[in-house]
């Protein structure tokens, strides 16, 4: 048992050494040379632009859902026209980074560490570096840079299209008048708000793509592996998702609020 | 007076020379957790001959072309290819040394994102700063050596398994790389296919002057390489044909058995071998 507990500590410990030292040598490439910007470029869009449709749906239903379920509670409190208050707030500052960063992990993640890992199991990652190649510079850095910039964009848009939905929902189910929905929905909203959902997406969108491209490049075992790979970065990305958002959200109130 | 000119010489010019060493083994040890994969590995390679690697699979064999790579790093020993040392460099320094050397690796390892054209000319079009047209230049020369220049447009996937292995040649010689490290490349091919990725094994020692290590445990492959030579005939066409006796001496087998060397010779030497380990595994 002793030994069972042993093996899986010095397992872990290995895992977070190499994640670490993925996360070092990233750092050291983005801002030294060999660049590959064709590979920035096409990452942008597979991360970003390829991941609108998905981010648009998730952001849209999330705002309706979010105000048709709060409608009949703030109906009780006869609080019906706030709204709006309510969606904007929920979305800019929790439901609109996190739930984008989900739909990260789910759609960018999984494919990252599928890519990665298949590159891994038949030895285009070794024939990259037989080649010359560095992959952290060729296969990480692109990655890592697109899911960095592109999951603040891709909350942003988010973040609008659920005000957007709320507001569909507000004026013809809830009956509330577009003026007032759309006068609380600025007033709730305070520049710390913004700032806190603006930053959150940079930290999740790169802890999103470091973990894919760490999984991906550590696997091993043939198709199984790449299986096991995808699984574990879908579900690594998604818990770190939750707790990094717990853990940023701790600092950015007790720092500028 | 001959010694004086010899210590004259530059490392490089004696590098250079005939029969120089290009890659030098020095008891090499590594090991996978408990396992040990090579112990005391030694050999050396010279210029424009053939090592031919036979043994078992889990014998060590790849993992000795990994070691020349920089792929894995060897536990202990000493490694130099083409005069420098390697075994402690880093991934960064290793680029350089990677310069002239080319890997074929088993199942031929193809972008699969990239067509034949832009795998091949990969190293090229990502590496250098050669012009566009010259790196397509060169891509449908070496594509043309490989007999697969109407496939240039192909993806990996539309090639079948000899294709994709002569792909693969194509792109390790794409950069003119002096030695060229073949990881069975030649496993799961039908004979007649295999003969043809053979073929340009011999075709490139033989024409091009590139050193080879051929890794593999078909011996079919391993004696037709050493035994045989390409020879230009008219109109550029090129014939393979049986080796000289002295250049059927250039290729040199070693067989591996649990990451030690078993046999060291020719093939002529090795048909002939009583150990029963080695008889056992020609027969």
């Known amino acids: 048992m002793l030994s069972l507990l042993d093996r899986w500590l010095k397992r872990a410990a290995l895992e977070v050494q190499e994640y670490v030292r993925l996360l070092g040598t990233t750092a050291n490439s983005v801002f030294t040379p060999p660049f590959y910007r064709h590979d920035v470029v096409e990452q942008f869009d597979a991360i970003g632009v390829q991941s609108l449709t998905v981010v648009l749906l998730t952001g849209f239903f999330t705002g309706a859902a979010l105000a048709s379920q709060s409608g009949l509670t703030l109906d009780k409190f006869g609080a019906r026209p706030v709204v709006g208050q309510l969606v904007s707030a929920s979305m800019i500052k929790e439901l609109g980074p996190v739930l984008t960063a989900l739909m990260l992990t789910g759609r960018i993640g999984s494919g990252i560490a599928a890519e990665l890992g298949s590159m891994m199991v038949t030895d285009q990652i070794n024939a990259l570096r037989a080649l010359g190649t560095d992959p952290i510079r060729k296969l990480v850095v692109p990655r890592v840079l697109a899911g960095f910039l592109m999951a603040p964009l891709l909350t942003i848009v988010s973040d609008f299209v659920g005000i957007l939905g709320g507001w569909i929902v507000a004026r013809f189910q809830l009956q509330v008048s577009s003026s007032i929905y759309w006068s609380s929905v600025t007033k709730a909203l305070y520049t710390q708000d913004v700032w806190q959902g603006l930053i959150k997406p940079f930290v999740l969108g790169f802890v999103i793509v470091t973990i894919a491209c760490h999984v991906g490049l550590r696997t091993s075992g043939g198709t199984q592996g790449v299986g096991k790979a995808t699984t574990v970065s879908v579900v690594a990305g998604s818990v770190a998702v939750i707790a990094v958002d717990f853990f940023v959200t701790q600092i950015l109130v007790a720092t500028i609020y | 007076m001959v010694e004086q000119s010899a210590e004259r010489l530059t490392a490089q010019q004696l590098l250079d020379e005939p029969g120089a060493p290009v890659i030098v083994f020095d008891k090499v040890q590594l090991a996978f957790d408990d396992k040990m994969v090579l112990k005391d590995l030694s050999f050396t390679l010279l210029k424009g001959h053939t090592k031919i690697i036979l043994g078992a699979s889990g014998s060590g064999k790849s993992t000795a072309l990994k070691i020349i790579t920089g792929l894995l790093r060897a536990d202990a020993g000493v490694v130099w290819v083409n005069g420098q040392r390697v075994d402690q460099l880093t991934e960064r320094q290793m680029m350089s040394v990677r310069n002239d050397l080319g890997m074929i690796f088993q199942e031929g390892a193809l972008f699969d994102s990239l067509t034949v054209r832009e795998n091949v000319g990969y190293k090229l079009y990502e590496e250098t700063n050669m012009p566009i047209a010259e790196v397509d230049k060169r891509v449908e020369e070496v594509l043309g050596f490989v007999g697969l220049r109407e496939y240039l447009h192909r993806m990996p996937s539309e090639l079948s398994g000899g294709q994709r292995r002569r792909v693969a040649i194509a792109r390790a010689m794409a950069f003119k790389p002096r030695i060229l490290l073949y990881d069975e490349a030649t496993t799961g091919l039908d004979p007649i296919t295999a003969t043809t990725v053979d073929d340009e094994i011999i075709k ?36 393979i044909v049986p080796a000289t006796p002295e250049k059927e001496r250039e290729a040199e087998f070693i067989m591996l058995r649990d990451g030690l060397i078993c046999f060291e010779g020719d093939a002529d030497a090795l048909r002939r071998s009583t150990d029963p380990y080695i008889q056992t595994f020609l027969s």
């Open chain 2, 204 to 239: 490139l020692r033989d024409l091009e002057s590139v050193s080879s290590i051929v890794v593999t445990h078909q011996l079919r492959d391993a004696f037709y390489v050493a035994t045989h030579m390409a020879k230009p005939g008219p109109g550029g066409a090129v014939r």
